[in-house]
């Protein structure tokens, strides 16, 4: 069986997502296109690289996560430094290092832009913030006069897990349909978490149709659950609060949408507490992380059917029933 793919983003918590792919492929279940956000674009990337679960789960196991946050020495000083950073660049850490890590493990695949994979097999999810816009790359590459094929899949990706405050926003310069730049002061666009606007886009694949057995093909979604509830953010101070604010906002949106229409079609995966930017994830953790995706997926999939996602898919998400996610009080979804 085939699927599409649709990765939630959650900070280091995308570790279990690994686990559900692994529950999938046990099935027999290939992946045809692949979308996420945040953390849930680094996986979506590597599957659609070629990577394995078991792959996967090699790299995260022995993946040092706290390297990721790297800044120079005077940006370091107590209270100043962070503080100072970000006044001056807007984010507590570059994101170079974790674009870099990226970059790597898609050329040991042969990969580096989207033009090295098949066209539509991967979107990932971002959002720019100087128009107030989602995008999804490399779709809406050519708004910013760049071409798409060229672009390298690893700064998509640094781009949709930019989580604001945390990590600097990536800066593109627009350029105009004649290919000229715009005037310097106007002409820099900038690029955050793509979990900002949309953080698990079941929408990317709405009613494809395999055209060479005319059926439907199945979207299924692989959520992060369990957004730390119980455990309040202890605040002291500006970071810290902004940190909490990032968090809060990274978590809370889609959960309506989610949970109202596509029950049927979402791979419920625990976190088991750990929290979107606690980077410093023990080994011991990231293995459990895995195994509670490896679980929920093995779950899932051990009751799903084709038939009944296809029963499910038309009464719910058919067009133009877009606003079943406000069901009357007392429906079942």
């Given at each position: 069986m085939e699927i599409n793919a649709v990765f939630e983003g959650g900070g280091v918590r995308g570790i279990a997502l690994a686990g559900a792919i692994h529950a999938a492929e046990q099935e027999g279940i290939t992946f045809h296109r692949v979308a996420g956000t945040s953390s849930g674009a680094i996986v979506a990337s590597l599957v659609a690289a070629g990577y394995t679960a078991e792959e996967m789960k090699d790299i995260i196991l022995t993946m040092p996560f706290s390297s990721f946050l790297k800044r120079a020495s005077i940006f370091n000083i107590k209270w100043?430094?962070?503080?100072m950073r970000l006044l001056l660049r807007k984010g507590l850490y570059s994101g170079d290092a974790l674009e870099y890590w990226i970059d790597e493990l898609l050329r040991k695949k042969g990969v580096r832009t989207f033009g090295d994979?098949?066209?539509?097999?991967?979107?990932?999810?971002?959002?720019?913030?100087?128009?107030?816009?989602?995008?999804?790359?490399?779709?809406?590459?050519?708004?910013?006069?760049?071409?798409?094929?060229?672009?390298?899949?690893?700064?998509?990706?640094r781009m949709s897990t930019s989580i604001p405050y945390f990590f600097d926003p990536v800066m593109m310069r627009e350029q105009l349909k004649s290919g000229r730049k715009k005037p310097f002061r106007k002409s820099f666009t900038y690029i955050v978490d793509g979990g900002l606007l949309s953080n698990f886009p079941l929408w990317l694949f709405e009613d494809e149709t395999d055209p060479r057995t005319k059926r439907m093909v199945p979207t299924i979604?692989?959520?992060?659950?369990?957004?730390?509830?119980?455990?309040?953010?202890?605040?002291?101070?500006?970071?810290?609060?902004?940190?909490?604010?990032?968090?809060?906002?990274?978590?809370?949106?889609?959960?309506?949408?989610?949970?109202?229409?596509?029950?049927?079609?979402?791979?419920?995966?625990?976190?088991?507490?750990?929290?979107?930017?606690?980077?410093?994830?023990?080994?011991?953790?990231?293995?459990?992380?895995?195994?509670?995706?490896?679980?929920?997926?093995?779950?899932?999939f051990d009751q799903w059917t084709y038939t009944q996602y296809e029963h499910m898919f038309k009464q719910y998400t058919t067009k133009p029933n877009i606003h079943v996610q406000?069901?009357?009080k007392g429906e079942d979804h």
């Open positions: 100043i430094g962070p503080a994979i098949g066209k539509d097999r991967l979107r990932i999810i971002a959002s720019d913030i100087t128009n107030g816009r989602i995008v999804v790359l490399p779709d809406d590459l050519h708004q910013y006069g760049i071409q798409s094929k060229h672009f390298p899949i690893s700064k998509a990706v979604g692989f959520q992060l659950v369990g957004k730390n509830e119980g455990q309040p953010h202890s605040i002291h101070g500006l970071i810290s609060m902004l940190q909490a604010m990032v968090e809060t906002m990274l978590s809370a949106h889609d959960e309506r949408y989610i949970e109202q229409r596509n029950r049927f079609r979402t791979i419920k995966i625990p976190t088991l507490g750990v929290g979107v930017t606690q980077f410093d994830v023990s080994e011991e953790m990231s293995l459990a992380l895995y195994q509670s995706g490896e679980a929920a997926g093995q779950a899932f406000f069901s009357k």
